[in-house]
């Protein structure tokens, strides 16, 4: 590793945060946290499951996901129902309420990034596809 490359980290963590906030600069009016938003993003990605599920995927404890839950569910963004086969668990569904505010953050989300890389020319924008496998690659094992 050489010197650039002992700074790669830093760099590259400061970067991504400095984008998460031009990210959440895109919903300044929404009714959920960023918290509640992951949620229902989970849900829409992977469907209904319990709570505990949502947990593990949030990686939250449990308390902590039945207090984003029974939030949501007060807003209308999610169901709650008796779990088929286990009495003592629940399944939670996105409802179409919750479905169609994912929806609305991530198109307001991936209008500024549009916008912005249009900005780029095509040397950068194959950078970034590049980059973008290589950060997918590194949650996904981490995982």
Known sequence: MDQNDEKLPSDLAIAVVRLTRHLRG?????????????????LKREGSMTPGAIAARERVQPPSMTRVIASLADLG????????TDGRQVIVT???AGDALVVDEANAREEWLRAQLK???????????????IIES??????
């Open 26 to 42: 895109r919903r300044a009016t929404s009714v959920v946290s960023l918290t509640q938003l992951s949620a229902l993003s989970t």
């Open 77 to 84: 963004m999610v169901r709650r129902e008796p779990h088929p």
């Open 94 to 96: 996105l409802t179409p």
């Open 119 to 133: 900005r780029l020319d095509d040397t950068q924008l194959d950078t970034l596809r590049g980059a973008v496998g």
């Open 138 to 143: 590194i949650v996904t094992e981490s995982d």
